[in-house]
């Protein structure tokens, strides 16, 4: 199983909302990422998570709260959003996060902030 | 010093034609330098990579040709195909403990029939 799976596909929310994103993936990685991508842009890393802990936050607003409650899951806690917050997120695993020889990308999550 | 300059934003190219991308980078530290490909919907997906100990590598129709001296690679694509018709990145990262891969502002990538 090589694949890293992200639920929902699609989501719309509006600033008031809570909601969760959701990755999973089972190939023993235990590095896993949080990226968004705006459309044609590339990726930005958002978070950083080897072996279950939080190691990088690349400075991102305080209603974006990641949680890892174990090594093969991977959530994205959204609170008080703003419209450009609307982007895919796309969550990531590699085998170690020390040297990203290769990521392995999920179909994304396509969030609409109404 | 961390920016990645990938050229040209979008390329039109005719079925059985070669597909060539540009990258440049500043930071020498930089020695690891992947390339993905990205379709409409879909995450990005490892391609090819290559490290600076080589100058070129080659994948079936995939080749990354690496000049260490002019800090530049490319990605060329032979006999392209409508099928490779997606966004490319490039990328790079360093081999110490800052984990961040890089990524060029990615080049659009159309593979006319």
């Known amino acids: 199983d090589t694949e890293v799976t992200q639920t929902p596909k699609h989501l719309v929310m509006g600033m008031t909302n809570k909601k969760s994103l959701k990755c999973e993936q089972h190939?023993?990685?235990?590095?896993m990422y949080w990226y968004k991508q705006k459309a044609k842009k590339p990726p930005e890393l958002m978070f950083v998570y080897s072996y279950e802990k939080l190691s990088i936050n690349e400075s991102v607003p305080s209603r974006f709260s990641p949680e890892c409650p174990n090594s093969s899951l991977l959530n994205l806690h959204l609170h008080a959003l703003q419209p450009e917050d609307s982007a895919l997120y796309l969550c990531?695993?590699?085998?170690?996060?020390?040297?990203?020889?290769?990521?392995?990308f999920g179909s994304g999550t396509q969030l609409s902030v109404l | 010093q961390q920016q990645v300059k990938q050229s040209p934003q979008s390329l039109i190219v005719q079925k059985g034609g070669i597909s060539i991308i540009n990258c440049a980078y500043e930071?020498?530290?930089?020695?690891?330098f992947p390339w993905y490909q990205q379709f409409p919907g879909k995450g990005p997906a490892l391609l090819i990579a290559?490290?600076?100990?080589?100058s070129e590598k080659k994948e079936g129709r995939f080749t990354i040709s690496f000049n260490k001296s002019a800090k530049q690679f490319s990605l060329h694509i032979m006999d392209s195909q409508p099928g490779d018709s997606a966004t490319y990145f490039c990328a790079a990262s360093q081999m110490d403990s800052s984990y961040k891969l890089i990524f060029g502002s990615g080049t659009r990538l159309l593979v006319r029939p």
């Open positions: 290559i490290r600076p100990d080589v």
């Open positions: 190939m023993g990685h235990r590095a």
């Open positions: 930071n020498t530290a930089f020695d690891y």
């Open positions: 990531a695993s590699s085998q170690a996060s020390e040297y990203q020889e290769k990521l392995f």
